[in-house]
């Protein structure tokens, strides 16, 4: 389970900030990581074949020291198939993607996941939007398929997470981002929350006092974050409602008190979703839509919750482009269509402080995610 | 190729306005066309199985005379090969539809149309955004998928158009919009003019003068609307810059003179577009961003043309939302991301007007699509 990768010295003291530089490449490398592509054809890393995973690291790259890797459910269980759950063939696969690739995209579903690790060297001309230090302790949130890793070792395999503990590097470009992982949340919590912080902080960004908004998959862990990060800017005069299919879910959400109505309807239901936002509007309908839905064929619902000059975001991964398009085009939506963003810049920032000032909605993650 | 239908006695004195009213069912349908569904379950026309499509209309509905369907191209070819392009047999499937289900719906690929009708009646308790007559013809705009027709006859079958020459009726919900033919464009041109006419109208609601447009795929139909709308509202100051791969293409929206830069690259070189933005704005990139390019993988492209705290607007129906969703993660784009609408509030009467005012592009249109 090993793999001979040129890793510089143990960089203990670098993280106390008082050992002499680490070495980097003269000049900069791209901000996309086009300089660590391989490949002939000019391509993003994602869309490539292999990266140059190699060290020192260019003027404007993080390193990292990695600790473990989260790796994307489609990904994992594919190997699990592929091994019959073996965990020293599943090791022997990423080892092999990397050899072969620079980092560990799978072959077949073609996803990554995230790393954990700590800041071992930021490149003397990087101007990225990461405040991080040597030493610190971050989760990436950009994909693996497209960051530059090489693993010395992997320790163990952990099947029922999806991760593995490793020891080894990876890189970050200047547009990468990552996040300080806070000391106050267990680990599983904190990316639990990164995962879907671009959501709240968008919703913050969105909404304004007194307006009412409507959370489709209010209940998830996506949903719950919007209605608590909703309420916050649509104050007392503003109305949060809530679709949430799950009893537990629903429940959960409203002993929060966050929300003015948690309705439990299913929101693959676009004429049950239409009659309750009405009615819990008065007929006003929606100012702003927040669809969070994990489930496909919600997109007409949140069409549907929302007046003709109001918002909507879709974050839901199953959301389809042109059922979004043609479905407001068939009902006569002419509320303003936007794609959830994952990159926000200081979101994983502002989900943290959401939980460290809500003590309900802490323990409800702990509790949940822990 | 005939079916019985019951149709109202012929309305040409209705459309002289001095004959007494058609009758309607007494009371308000839904503005969404609940009421003409038949299926058990509760579902939206779009997605039902059977729509009534009897008369007398409710209240608030549109009646048309229909003259010509124009199939979605996916659903004509269909039909073409199930048939071996026999005009008897596709004229008998549309008529087995409408038959079933009360709706022209193409049972294998779940596509549509549009249809072209002169309006035969206004109920009385019509409030919605289309300011018809009768006697007006018209284009509707909403998907024969989710529009009440019945025909009394296929009187052609147009296989090089995908067309067919009926008579029949067709009704418009409160929701639904429709264009009015204009009378100094040729009926194709208008039908492609319409096909698109959500992007322009939203490009003039989007650029604020002085801004840089980037439009991928400019010289295609709707891109070509989207530079002559930019420019306009851009103005001297600003900066409009087309991104499109066909020599020819290119050269018709050079001689519109209504770009700053026309830029033939592949819209799927996310590497090349990028580079060619940063050189044509100085760095800058683009504050508006149109993405009409009509084939896949255009996405990134579009991404890496904004700056971050610009827009993006995507319109072509080779979107993908996850590759757009994560696509924007991965390379760190804070821009606002938008999804195209083909429902734009008089979207019919500025496209129009775009080419009633401007000659070359009238010419150019007349020359295409004529």
Redesign the interface.
């Known amino acids: 389970m090993t793999q001979e990768v040129q890793t510089p010295r143990s960089s203990a003291s670098n993280a106390r900030g008082n050992a002499r530089p680490l070495p980097e490449r003269p000049g900069n490398g791209s ?2 990581g ?1 300089h660590r592509v391989l490949d002939r054809e ?3 890393p ?1 869309a490539a074949e292999r990266l140059d995973n190699t060290l020192p690291i260019w003027s404007n790259e993080i390193l990292i020291d990695v600790e473990r890797l989260n790796i994307d459910a489609a990904s994992f269980v594919q190997m699990e198939r592929e091994t019959g759950h073996d965990r020293a063939k599943i090791s022997a696969i990423v080892l092999r993607n990397l050899e072969e690739r620079g980092k560990q995209q799978n072959r077949i579903t073609g996803s990554g996941g995230m790393l954990v690790g700590r800041v071992r060297q930021v490149g003397s001309k990087y101007r ?2 990461l405040k991080v230090r040597v030493g610190d302790r971050i989760a990436t ?3 693996l ?2 960051t530059p890793l090489a693993l010395a070792e992997i320790r163990a395999v952990h099947l029922e997470k999806h991760q593995l503990d490793v020891s080894g590097h990876a890189v970050l470009f200047e ?3 990552a996040a300080k992982l806070p000391d106050f949340l267990p680990e599983p919590v904190a990316m639990a929350l990164f995962d879907v912080a ?1 959501a709240p902080a968008t919703v913050d960004a969105m909404v304004k006092a007194g307006q009412r908004v409507v959370v489709l998959g209010g209940g998830g862990k996506a949903g719950t974050l919007c209605c608590v990060a909703a309420r916050r800017k649509a104050g007392k005069k503003g109305k949060v409602i809530a679709i949430e299919p799950s009893a537990r879910a629903a429940e959960d959400l409203e002993r929060l008190g966050c929300c003015d109505a948690v309705l439990q309807i299913d929101a693959r ?4 979703v239409q009659a309750a936002v009405e009615a819990a509007t008065r007929g006003k309908m929606g100012d702003v839509v927040i669809n969070v839905a994990s489930v496909p064929d919600t997109e ?1 619902s949140a069409l ?1 919750s929302v007046h003709g000059k109001g918002q909507v975001l ?1 974050f839901g ?1 199953a ?4 059922k ?22 200081g979101h994983d920032r502002f989900s943290v402080e959401l939980l460290r000032k809500n003590r309900a909605l802490r323990e409800l993650f702990c509790r949940r995610y822990g």
Not at 269 to 272: G, I, K, L, Q
Request: charged letters at 10%.
């Open positions: 901000p996309l086009l000019r391509r993003l994602q990225g939007p949130l950009v994909s398929t497209l547009t990468g981002i671009g239901d676009p004429v049950a007409t549907l879709f991964m959301t389809s482009f042109t979004v398009a043609l479905g407001a085009e068939g009902i006569g939506c002419g509320a303003k269509l936007l794609f959830g963003n994952g990159y926000y810049r």
